[in-house]
């Protein structure tokens, strides 16, 4: 039986992303890794959130380091909310899975997003993230750490989760020129996060 939208979640963020918004964790649990991406970051920097929900906490924390920031995400609901944050920032209502901007970025962040798409979709985003990075770029992202799929019930809504395992991800990084720099698994100061970064070396 069905338990709920597998191929599009943005479409449950479009029903509970007030709630959502509302209901996160309020501690910034991914700042010490965001700090280490900082320390390294040129003075010209740019920075492609990819489903960055309402903007809160991680365009946040660039914004308020002066960093130019582009936030994506493919639930109107939540890119409204962003807009409403971040007046002045700029937002794309976009499925990352469709992603082909005519830019490329010091660092890609997929924090929590990523692994909202169905395993069968998630090899390519490697491409996709490779195509948008400058050379030496940084790439964030969490995934699980078995090969499955998870439902957790958010609002009422049932919300899907995909992951490969850690040796499919291992490879899908090193066959598009990917280097990992850190990789924790259900790393305890991290809200139990499997947390990868990696950087692009073509």
Known sequence: MEKGE??????VYNKIGRWFAENRYADAVEQAYLNDILKNLPPDAKVLDVGCGDGKPILEYFIKHNIDVLG??????????????????????KDMRKLNLNEKY??????????????????DMFRIFKQH?????ILLFT????????????????????????????????????????????????????????QYKP
């Open 72 to 93: 994506v995400d493919a639930s109107e609901q939540m890119i409204g909310l962003a807009k409403n944050n971040f007046p002045v920032t700029r937002f794309l209502l």
């Open 6 to 11: 597998r191929k599009n979640v943005y479409k």
């Open 133 to 137: 990075l400058k050379p030496n770029g």
């Open 106 to 123: 010091d660092v890609i962040i997929a924090w929590h997003s990523f692994f909202h798409l169905p395993a069968d979709d998630q090899p």
């Open 143 to 198: 995934s699980g750490t078995e090969r499955g799929e998870v439902w957790g019930i958010n609002d009422g809504e049932n919300l899907f989760h995909a992951s490969l395992n850690t040796t499919e991800y291992q490879n899908l990084l090193q066959s598009n020129q990917f280097e990992v720099l850190k990789h924790k698994v259900n790393d305890p100061d991290c809200g139990g996060a499997n947390v990868w970064m990696a």
